[in-house]
DNA sequence: GTGGTCTCCTA
DNA sequence: GTAGGAGACCACA
């Protein structure tokens, strides 16, 4: 290469996403093969080479290549393992075109380079250069932006699907900054979708404002101390460290070892006219063939077309542990709104990034919030929600619980900074002992809901909230039905599960680089603390509408981010209409009947004492038997006891476990602590507790349920928690009589049988087990039988309950050690038991190193659903830290697909109930594989098939699982007898 | 009052 | 060996 010469580098992994999104989809008529991109990126070519003086470049290319990404895995995961972590599969039907492009790019005689362990955009950098050392020009067809910083003098950027030519002016008049300073400006504001850290709060704006002001990175950085903006300072110091390495991250590397040399790359002057339209003809491009052949002087009629190979993976894409979860089932739910288009928004991926870096540029401004204290202001807000179609609301109330809190207002928000609140219910100070009068000037809350109610079930109109269901259920409380709506705190959980939190000052702090004010700043708290209605209207406007403001301003960020990493289908199916269902559970509630709480709360407590009196005789004293501490100094140093096990903390442990063994050797007390302890337990936590949970007005018990506080995408219980009422002890069971149905009707429990051991045939793919199940044979004999060689029939007890400890240990993630420990054998017998497993069963060895590697490459793994469960830990150089991430990344895909199982049961239940008449059969509580259910009496019979239809059917039509579900279902008029 | 530790209840 | 929530105790503020 020399002076006068330029050299063309095709991003050919740039272009395939960028032509698959922005050209119409097109596929090959014999046989259906998407093929858009490869015409778009064909078209392309043939016109740069053909004709590249009559586009914004104005010359002809001496020299020519296609460069692409190798792999997923490149030198920038050495430095950050987090990088592109958060990388979607690609759209299955790009998937095909992937291999076509380069199959094209041969077809033209090109050379088609791509090097393992870096990306295109460093063996462009490369080739770059070379060329300029070698005294010629370069361009680069890509509009990224992360190849900018390459731009100077010889080296210009070329966008063939706009036609325009980005030089240096073109790269200051977007970013502010000289192209070399690009480095310095990414590393600032990082990128969401490669997930390159940056500086929270920093996007393009201030990034290239602190560029000019303090030169460069590094000197910003040292002198970050001078900046005035408190966040911002803060941000900068903090997060120091994280903005270097976002430096190394987006910095391209010219020196990448290149095999196919500058020579290689010059254009041969005689195209292989037979090879090309061969390549074209298969492909079906008439077009294309016809003008090639006229420029070639090739007949095409005289060729004949290629046989062209078409892979089914896509490059850069991981095993397969699932198919991808998008498809064929039900259609979305209605009234959803799309995000704001962005003119140069490409791809899914490029929006959601540009709504994260336009995200905190957009600075807050309180003093455009409003308080709306009359009806006509408040129509006007309605009216302007009609307009955007848009409206993000937050409920203000006096109470966390939203079946008892009672509303104090809500605030609105329609733009950023559009923000407003309506105070309904607030009062004056304390002055008075009556709690003071109701503040003057506020619009009354029957009217103000009757404006509201058609605009929050206006289908036109989506909703947003944070955390949704507490407002939901609030409302549901007054008669409205919010629909159709978004929860910001679903979506962050359906992207980020495991790896984030998803409370609105964590998103906010995460995605808008702000921290909105706080609750307590406002409320008070401790002795000072004050209910909502307490507080003086500027301060609850501010607050308030902020909260409208930043809940509006996520979903926007956020949204885009489904699609961008193939989730939407996720959300849509299997999180959103939750909120609705799970709404209507809590709202019901189930009866707890106070009276037989009570008598055995009073049992328990004449029992506890007669105990505790027998415990003092025997330890010579008395001492607060519940604390772990002294009864430790109590049997392992006054008693000289033999201790076991240590607790973390270094204090010997008292467990059951610990115990157990002790009362097993003779000994009296150990015993009676255990047996003390355990009704302390139930009366404490159960029947003491639960009467405090019935309603004053409802007279029933309404649990919580949290959608989003697991990794697995199981639904949590709290206050009380109603997951964990005890069933394993006759004792214990007792507690379930409480929970009844009232007259005339009856409780169903309708459960699911083995369901995780059958998702674990289903993905592991274990012949036995599928057989096993299939012919409804007892599960655990049957590994027993598999493993031992004992037959089924007349099989000991004790071989039964082993296979049964190993299959629950293998969903677990099995360990020896754990093992060991469950069934009470040495360690060394409890690893041959594992290994036999393995040797039985070998997909399942298979499953668990194929999870195990696919987590570590993704940092997340899938259930059968396509839900993510995110363990970034699997890569921690602490052995115990990575073996637990790696047993609970086992886990997720099992415990995760039967939790996405019976969410699509519950999403069905309703509706299936009402369409056979059903309408009175109520769901109430959900124990992850167990729903319970009230029904009139005469109902029963009808209901149980219908529930077990739409539990058994729960997964199709988006899989067809390889395991039959199977589902027992009883009714009695307590809880205990239905289970 | 708040947060950490220990223990124990569920699937 | 997985996933949770809650009560009691206790040291800290």
Redesign the pocket.
């Known amino acids: 290469m020399k002076k006068g010469d330029h050299l063309f580098l095709v991003d050919g992994s740039g272009y395939i996403f960028r032509a698959y999104h922005a050209l119409p989809p097109l596929n090959r008529k014999s046989d259906g093969l998407p093929v858009s991109a490869v015409l778009g990126f064909c078209n392309m070519v043939w016109k740069l080479l053909r004709d590249a003086r009559d586009t914004a470049v104005g010359v002809t290319p001496t020299h020519f290549a296609v460069i692409f990404d190798y792999s997923s895995k490149t030198f920038r995961n050495e430095i950050y393992p987090e990088y592109k972590a958060n990388r979607s599969e690609p759209p299955e039907d790009l998937v095909p075109q992937f291999g076509l492009i380069r199959e094209a790019t041969r077809a033209f005689d090109l050379p088609c380079i791509e090097t393992e362990g870096f990306e295109a955009d460093d063996l462009i950098a490369t080739y770059a250069r070379l060329a300029v050392e070698a005294g010629g020009d370069a361009t680069i067809v890509s509009s990224d932006k992360d190849l900018m910083q390459l731009v100077g003098p010889c080296v210009s950027m070329y966008d063939p699907m706009k036609d325009r030519e980005i030089r240096v002016p073109e790269v200051v008049e977007k970013w502010g900054v000289m192209p070399e300073k690009m480095i310095d400006l990414q590393a600032l504001t990082g990128d969401s979708i490669d997930n390159v850290p940056g500086v929270p709060g920093i996007g393009p704006k201030t990034a290239a404002q602190l560029l000019e002001e303090y030169g460069d990175l590094d000197t910003l950085l040292t002198r970050a101390h001078e900046i005035k903006q408190n966040k911002r300072r803060e941000n900068l110091i903090e997060f120091a460290e994280k903005a270097r390495i976002s430096r190394e991250l987006v910095r391209l590397k010219t020196d990448v070892p290149v095999e196919i040399g500058l020579d290689a790359l010059a254009l041969d002057s005689a195209a292989n006219g037979p090879k090309l339209i061969g390549f074209l003809k298969a492909m079906e491009f008439s077009t294309l063939t016809r003008r090639v052949g006229e420029a070639t002087g090739v007949d095409p009629a005289s060729v004949e077309a290629a046989t062209v190979e078409v892979q089914a993976k896509a490059e850069a894409h991981g095993p397969d542990l699932t198919v991808p979860a998008t498809g064929i089932e039900e259609e979305g739910a209605e009234g959803e709104v799309a995000p704001d288009r962005m003119d140069d928004a490409d791809t899914p991926q490029k929006l959601a990034k540009k709504l994260a870096d336009a995200a905190p540029a957009d600075p807050f401004d309180h003093s455009r919030y409003v308080c709306i204290r009359d009806l006509e202001t408040l129509n006007h807000w309605v009216d302007e929600a009609r307009e955007t179609g848009l409206l993000a609301i937050d409920t203000e109330t006096t109470s966390l619980d939203p079946m008892q809190a009672e509303l104090c207002g809500f605030s609105l928000a329609t733009a950023p900074n559009r923000a407003a609140y309506v105070p309904l219910n607030h009062r004056n100070g304390k002055d008075d002992l009556l709690g003071g009068g109701l503040v003057d000037g506020q619009v009354k809350l029957e009217e103000a809901l009757a404006v509201l109610r058609p605009l929050l079930q206006d289908p036109s109109v989506l909703k947003i909230g944070q955390n949704l269901k507490y407002d939901w259920l609030l409302l549901y409380r007054h008669g409205i039905e919010i629909a159709p709506y978004d929860d910001t705190m679903l979506i962050s959980y359906v992207l980020e ?2 790896s984030q939190a998803h409370g609105m000052d964590a998103l906010t702090e995460r995605w808008i680089g702000h921290t909105p004010l706080s609750y307590k700043e406002v409320t008070g ?3 000072s ?1 004050v209910t909502f209605d307490m507080v003086d209207l500027e301060r609850a406007t501010t607050y308030a509408a902020e909260d409208a403001d930043v809940t509006l301003r996520l979903w926007k960020v956020l949204k885009p981010h489904l699609a961008a990493r193939g989730l939407a289908s996720v959300y849509e199916r299997l999180e959103r209409p939750m909120v609705s269902v799970v709404g209507r559970m809590e709202h019901r509630g189930i009866t707890v009947d106070r009276q037989i709480l009570s008598r055995m709360s009073g049992d328990f407590a004449q029992t506890a004492a007669a105990m505790e009196e027998e415990i003092y005789q025997l330890a010579g004293g008395r001492f ?9 100094e109590i049997l392992f140093g006054r008693m000289g006891l033999p201790g076991g ?15 157990e063994e002790l009362a097993a050797a003779g000994h009296e007390l150990p015993r009676k ?2 047996d003390w ?2 009704v ?7 029947t ?2 639960l009467p ?1 949970y019935i309603h004053p007005e409802t007279g029933r018990v309404h ?2 349920y ?1 959608l989003a ?4 995408g ?1 639904l ?6 109603l ?7 006759v004792e ?2 007792k507690i379930r009589t409480a929970f009844i149905a009232p007259e005339g009707r009856k409780l169903i429990s309708a ?2 049988s083995q ?2 051991l059958r998702v674990l045939a289903h993905v592991a793919d274990i012949p036995q087990l599928k057989q096993a199940f299939a012919d409804g044979l007892d599960i655990h004999a049957m590994t027993a039988s598999e493993m031992f060689g004992v037959p089924v029939e007349g099989m000991p007890g004790e071989v039964r309950r082993r296979a049964k ?15 060991a ?3 009470a054998i040495p360690r060394e017998e ?1 690893g041959a038991y ?1 290994k036999r497993y393995f040797e039985r069963f070998p997909g399942i060895k298979d499953y668990m190193e194929r999870t195990k590697a696919f987590c570590r490459e993704y940092g997340y793994v899938e259930t059968v659903f396509g839900r993510r ?1 995110h ?1 970034p830990e699997i890569r921690s150089s602490n052995p115990s830290i990575r ?3 790696e ?2 990344a ?3 895909p099992i ?1 995760g697909s ?1 939790a996405d199982i019976i969410r699509r049961a519950m999403m069905r239940m309703d509706a299936a109930l009402a369409d056979n008449g059903l309408g009175d059969v109520q769901m109430l509580l959900q ?4 729903l319970i259910f009230e029904a009139p009496e005469e109902a029963v019979e009808r209901a149980i098939p219908v529930i077990r239809t739409v539990m058994e059917g729960a997964a199709w039509p988006a899989r067809t699982l390889s395991v039959p579900l199977k589902v027992d279902a009883r009714a009695a008029d307590n809880w205990e007898e239905a ?1």
């Open positions: 599960a495991g708290s401790g002795r603390k607060t038997i519940g604390s772990p501490k002294q009864l430790g096990a240590k607790t973390k903390s270094g204090q010997w442990s008292t467990s059951a476990q610990v115990l602590i255990v302890r355990q302390t337990k139930l009366k404490s936590t159960y003491d507790a405090g649990t919580s949290s506080s697991t990794t697995t199981r949590s219980s709290s206050e009380p928690n997951q964990n009422i005890p069933v394993r002890t214990g069971r459960d699911y369901i995780e400890a190993i299959n629950f240990g293998i969903i677990y993630g099995i360990s020896a050690f754990g093992l420990n469950q069934l409890a594992i469960a363990y073996a637990f991430n047993r609970a086992i886990n997720a415990q039967a124990v992850h594989d167990e289970h």
